[in-house]
């Protein structure tokens, strides 16, 4: 459900990097100094960190909200409660897009590869008045990786993916869009990642297209240390030897 695609290039300076590449994407940003930008700081869960979570839009006011983390799985909570909405009617014009992006160096508490990025996320939409009048709504998520080349340097492409939700908003109802990917080819105990979504909505005068973002939540696993392996296989072992005195 996803694509990827292997790309070269190289930046210097993480928040430099996010802020020329949500300028580029979004078309209709064409100042930095109209940027929203805001460092959450770093997250610990339980065998891996998110450092330095970045949001930055071409707005003025944040699209995610303050994260949380819980285990391995940075939520946000209060998304539901921002602006990150697309919609077309008289007001705003019969299109409208809105993007939002988040940045962060995700990297292992151990020497233990990163194994797997998870992201879902989800929302509603709906489509208001006028007769016999069209409009449809869309959402993307694009995400990127980049080698850690040390310090605040960031290196090589190692990937892209990519992820689509679209349908004509001919009523009301849920979108979702859900993204896995697999880390372990990398092979690497940290990674810089940027996570592009992008809402939109069209229509046709009078009715009004509109799709909401309402969760959002970022999951990563790390590839078991050698001692928790052996503590697993230990666990095993003793098991089976429990069910062959239970036989006997």
């Given amino acids: 459900m996803f694509s990827q695609t292997m790309a070269g290039g190289r930046w210097t300076g993480a928040r430099a990097f996010t802020g020329a590449l949500m300028l580029a994407v979004a078309g209709f940003a064409t100042s930095a100094q109209a940027a929203f930008v805001n460092n959450y700081g770093d997250y610990a869960g339980t065998s891996l960190s998110y450092e330095d979570v970045t949001e930055s839009n071409a707005g003025t006011s944040a699209l995610y909200g303050t994260p949380n983390i819980s285990g391995n799985t940075l939520g946000f909570p209060t998304v539901s409660q921002q602006a990150f909405i697309a919609k077309a009617d008289g007001t705003t014009g019969f299109s409208q897009t809105r993007i939002g992006t988040l940045d962060f160096t995700l990297s292992s508490n151990s020497n233990a590869p990163l194994a797997t990025l998870y992201i879902n ?14 409009g449809a709504v869309a959402a ?13 340097n960031i290196g090589d492409e190692l990937a892209t993916f990519v992820q689509f939700f679209s349908g004509p908003a001919l009523d009301a109802g849920n979108w979702s869009l859900e993204l896995t990917v697999d880390l372990l080819p990398f092979n690497v105990t940290e990674v810089f990642v940027v996570i592009n979504n992008n809402l939109q909505a069209t229509t046709e005068s009078p009715a009004t297209a509109f799709i909401q973002k309402k969760n959002f939540t970022v999951s990563t696993t790390a590839v078991p240390e050698p001692a928790s392996l052996a503590l697993l296989g230990l666990g095993s072992l003793v098991i089976l030897a429990g069910r062959g005195r239970n036989k006997a």
């Fill in 140 to 152: 993307s998520l694009t995400v990127n990786l980049y080698a850690v080349a040390g310090g605040s």
């Fill in 121 to 134: 996320e989800g929302g509603d939409y709906s489509f208001l008045g006028g007769a016999g009048k069209t």
